[in-house]
């Protein structure tokens, strides 16, 4: 809550540079759960939509000709590096022949809804899709 009476204090100007999320119902499964830390720190750039690809770079101003490392052929985005790219998808098949999961995986609900089905501790858990560029 930011002072009222006009008066700096190094806790509302703390208060005041702080970015306030939206709570999301997958935090205790992420932070809480008993997964690696590195996991968790991945989990939470994917979950959260920020992970350093090109695309975020050139959000921020950098000018870079950008393309996928993996297939070469599309722009480097989150979406296409995790469910688009031809070398995403083939490893989305190899969990999928390994675990017999049914259906496609093109997204992280796609995967959410396949973990509900095996994995309890994630049953309750919903995610905000992504905007796609
Ligand atoms: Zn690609």
């Known amino acids: 809550m930011p002072a ?3 008066l700096f204090s190094v806790s509302t100007a703390y208060e005041a540079t702080q970015k306030k999320e939206t709570k999301v119902n997958w935090y205790s499964f992420l932070w809480k759960s ?3 830390p590195s996991v968790q720190g991945i989990g939470w750039k994917v979950l959260r939509g920020v992970m350093h ?3 975020k770079l050139k959000a921020g101003k950098f000018i870079l000709a950008t393309i996928c490392c993996m297939c070469k052929q599309y722009e480097e985005i989150q979406e296409h590096i ?3 790219c ?3 998808q083939k490893h989305w098949e190899y969990l999928k ?3 017999y999961i049914q259906g496609t995986i093109h997204s992280r609900n796609d995967v959410l809804n396949a973990c509900k089905k095996r994995i309890p501790l994630t049953r309750d858990i919903s995610l905000q ?3 796609r560029a």
């Open 4 to 6: 009222t009476d006009g």
């Open 34 to 36: 008993m997964l690696h």
């Open 53 to 55: 690809t090109d695309d």
């Open 82 to 84: 995790l469910f688009d």
């Open 86 to 88: 031809s070398f995403a």
């Open 97 to 99: 022949q390994s675990f």
């Open 129 to 131: 899709q992504p905007s």
